[in-house]
Antibody, heavy 122, light 111 residues
Framework: QVHLVQSGAAVKKPGSTVMLSCKAS????????IIWVRQAPGQGLEWMGW????????NYAQKFQGRVNMIADTPTSTAYMELRRLRSDDTAIYFC???????????????WGQGALVTISS | QSVLTQPPSVSGTPGQRVTISCSGG????????VHWYQQLPGTAPKLLIY???QRPSGVPDRFSGSKSGTSASLAINGLQSDDEADYYC????????????FGGGTKLTVL
């Protein structure tokens, strides 16, 4: 069975960097993109970007360009998301997900990690 | 402000049918398939409907999706108390270089 297990909660200071992990199991890691989505307290879902573990291709939301880096480590089937220059409004739960494909070519997110709360506080 | 527009809240009584709308544009919903996610309080989102109207295994047939033009909708028949959750539509936007977009979410309250 497919599982995505994320690293734990983190408390970071403004201006610092956080790196979250997402370990995949139960399927061939390189066959599916990994997406990252975040949810600020009391708010909706926000798409951050995806990475292809197959070839390393990435696509980030414009809002995070220059601050985010997504990595896929194929030997350990683990995806990482690094967010730099943290601000108070980066406080959110960060989810990873598996991107399956449909006829449109882009697809949908059929499995999700449990989420990791990142709190930015001085 | 989300690229996709959903009503902030809907409500219904047990057994009723409710629908949740999702409005987008020519580069988003009209050009791509729409997916729906259910998020129970304190949990990760769960895929409810994919490719406009397909149900993953395990999702009851009380849930159905449809799409027409630049809009999509999720229907829930025979409302149950444990359907109370947040629901999000999602697709991709070709005007944003194929980036993913979510609706703002709809809180379903079962009265």
């Amino acid at each position: 069975q497919v599982h995505l297990v994320q690293s734990g909660a983190a408390v970071k200071k403004p201006g610092s960097t956080v790196m979250l992990s997402c370990k995949a199991s139960g399927y061939t890691f390189t066959n599916y993109n990994i997406i990252w989505v975040r949810q600020a307290p009391g708010q909706g879902l926000e798409w951050m970007g995806w990475i292809s573990p197959y070839n390393g291709d990435k696509n980030y939301a414009q809002k995070f360009q220059g601050r985010v880096n997504m990595i896929a480590d194929t030997p350990t089937s683990t995806a990482y998301m690094e967010l730099r220059r943290l601000r108070s409004d980066d406080t959110a739960i960060y989810f990873c997900g598996r991107n399956s494909y449909d006829s449109s070519g882009y697809g949908y997110f059929d499995y999700w990690g449990q989420g990791a709360l990142v709190t930015i506080s001085s | 402000q989300s690229v996709l527009t959903q009503p902030p809240s809907v409500s219904g009584t047990p057994g009723q049918r409710v629908t949740i709308s999702c409005s987008g544009g020519s580069s988003s919903i009209a050009s791509n398939t729409v997916h729906w996610y259910q998020q129970l309080p304190g949990t990760a989102p769960k895929l409810l409907i994919y490719a406009n109207n397909q149900r993953p295994s395990g999702v009851p047939d009380r849930f159905s999706g449809s799409k027409s033009g630049t809009s999509a909708s999720l229907a829930i028949n025979g409302l149950q108390s444990d359907d109370e959750a947040d629901y999000y539509c999602a697709t991709w936007d070709d005007s944003l270089n194929g980036r993913g977009v979510f609706g703002g979410g709809t809180k379903l309250t079962v009265l």
